[in-house]
């Protein structure tokens, strides 16, 4: 029986968006987890931004293809995202007799913000005859207005799947859609989006640090904006960066992406020297707030009270999970595997 302050940080759930209860500090949280994990046949899935801590504790690590298709196929019967939101949301949409946690409802995304579903709504309706093509990171709501979901891995793909004879509009990533067209030659029309940490790298930094570092690779994400693309030596999603890494002889890495992912690079090349690409602002960081928003004492308290839970109603799951399942099938046929 759960004593009452307990019941009310519960009931202040929807206010915090995590469950706001004291963890004792003298708590092995990674025991507990694991313990929890058995118990209550639950599989945690982290992405490779989370905190170095979460992605060791995780069944599976990866970027959102590789996370959507281990959704699609685990056999637990609780699944706790430590990611974002959207993620949650899309396993609930694969998933939908399984409960779906995720430690911090507002664990959130500026990309995702960025591409309101009633606006764009609005948007697509200009454009009829055109098939929609949405980068993963988007809303429950924008996926229900989408053709085929696209991630970073296979968007290329994806994208040369559509017949050249119809038009497409891609959201909401205008930095991605604009690599898009670069690499396909495919004529198409762009949402205004964009991820607020893959916007705030410094050319002029970037130019200096490689001068200091002449022998280092430097990589990036294609969310990120054409002038530091264009400089960049390799670009990939976060799983393609990560085996970019692995086989490269290279001994220095200058890595423009949410430095999450160099904790997984230092583990597979511990040899090799990983340098966070540098931010346009004061500090020296390029974190991802929201993603950092989720920590070992919320997944713990999460685990333990399955709460915050994803909830999405039936017609949501219904429209939404189409445009997913024809990406996990084109992704499928072209050979990508999780």
Same mark, same amino acid.
């Given at each position: 029986? #759960?004593?009452?302050? @307990?019941?009310?940080?519960?009931?202040?759930?929807?206010?915090?968006?995590?469950?706001?209860?004291?963890?004792?500090?003298?708590?092995?949280?990674?025991?507990?987890?694991?313990?929890?994990?058995?118990?209550?046949?639950?599989?945690?899935?982290?992405?490779?931004?989370?905190?170095?801590?979460?992605?060791?504790?995780?069944?599976?690590?990866?970027?959102?293809?590789?996370?959507?298709?281990?959704?699609?196929?685990?056999?637990? @019967?609780?699944?706790?995202?430590?990611?974002?939101?959207?993620?949650?949301?899309?396993?609930?949409?694969?998933?939908?007799?399984?409960?779906?946690?995720?430690?911090?409802?507002?664990?959130?995304?500026?990309?995702?913000?960025?591409?309101?579903?009633?606006?764009?709504?609005?948007?697509?309706?200009?454009?009829?005859?055109?098939?929609?093509?949405?980068?993963?990171?988007?809303?429950?709501?924008?996926?229900?207005?989408?053709?085929?979901?696209?991630?970073?891995?296979?968007?290329?793909?994806i994208i040369n799947s559509v017949p050249k004879d119809k038009g497409i509009i891609f959201a909401p990533d205008k930095n991605l859609g604009a690599y898009l067209k670069k690499k396909t030659g495919r004529d198409m029309i762009l949402w205004n989006g964009a991820c607020m940490?893959?916007?705030?790298?410094?050319?002029?930094?970037?130019?200096?640090?490689?001068?200091?570092?002449?022998?280092?690779?430097?990589?990036?994400?294609?969310?990120?904006?054409?002038?530091?693309?264009?400089?960049?030596?390799?670009?990939?999603?976060?799983?393609?960066?990560?085996?970019?890494?692995?086989?490269?002889?290279?001994? @220095?890495?200058?890595?423009?992406?949410?430095?999450?992912?160099?904790?997984? #690079?230092?583990?597979?090349?511990?040899?090799?020297?990983?340098?966070?690409?540098?931010?346009?602002?004061?500090?020296?960081?390029?974190?991802?707030?929201?993603?950092?928003?989720?920590?070992?004492?919320?997944?713990?308290?999460?685990?333990?009270h399955e709460l915050p839970e994803i909830i999405l109603d039936p017609v949501t799951i219904e429209k939404g999970k189409v445009c997913i399942d024809r990406m996990l099938e084109i992704s499928a046929a072209a050979g990508f595997k999780a």
């Amino acid at each position: 029986m #759960m004593v009452m302050d @307990e019941v009310t940080a519960i009931k202040s759930l929807n206010k915090k968006g995590f469950l706001d209860l004291d963890v004792d500090p003298t708590l092995d949280l990674v025991a507990e987890i694991n313990k929890l994990k058995k118990e209550k046949n639950a599989i945690v899935l982290a992405h490779y931004y989370q905190e170095s801590e979460i992605q060791d504790v995780a069944d599976y690590i990866g970027d959102s293809l590789g996370l959507a298709q281990k959704a699609a196929s685990t056999e637990a @019967e609780i699944i706790v995202f430590a990611g974002v939101h959207f993620m949650a949301e899309t396993a609930k949409m694969l998933n939908p007799n399984k409960k779906v946690l995720l430690p911090d409802l507002k664990a959130g995304c500026s990309l995702a913000d960025s591409c309101p579903a009633p606006l764009f709504k609005k948007f697509k309706e200009k454009y009829p005859d055109h098939v929609v093509v949405s980068y993963i990171n988007c809303t429950a709501d924008l996926k229900t207005l989408t053709d085929i979901c696209c991630t970073s891995s296979n968007a290329e793909v994806i994208i040369n799947s559509v017949p050249k004879d119809k038009g497409i509009i891609f959201a909401p990533d205008k930095n991605l859609g604009a690599y898009l067209k670069k690499k396909t030659g495919r004529d198409m029309i762009l949402w205004n989006g964009a991820c607020m940490v893959h916007e705030i790298f410094s050319h002029e930094k970037i130019t200096k640090l490689r001068v200091h570092h002449p022998n280092a690779r430097f990589i990036a994400h294609p969310e990120c904006e054409a002038h530091i693309l264009e400089n960049a030596d390799f670009i990939g999603s976060t799983s393609q960066l990560l085996k970019y890494t692995k086989e490269n002889p290279a001994q @220095e890495f200058i890595v423009a992406t949410e430095s999450g992912i160099i904790h997984q #690079m230092q583990l597979a090349s511990p040899e090799k020297v990983f340098i966070p690409a540098p931010p346009n602002n004061t500090c020296a960081c390029n974190d991802c707030p929201h993603m950092k928003r989720n920590t070992m004492e919320k997944l713990y308290l999460c685990m333990k009270h399955e709460l915050p839970e994803i909830i999405l109603d039936p017609v949501t799951i219904e429209k939404g999970k189409v445009c997913i399942d024809r990406m996990l099938e084109i992704s499928a046929a072209a050979g990508f595997k999780a």
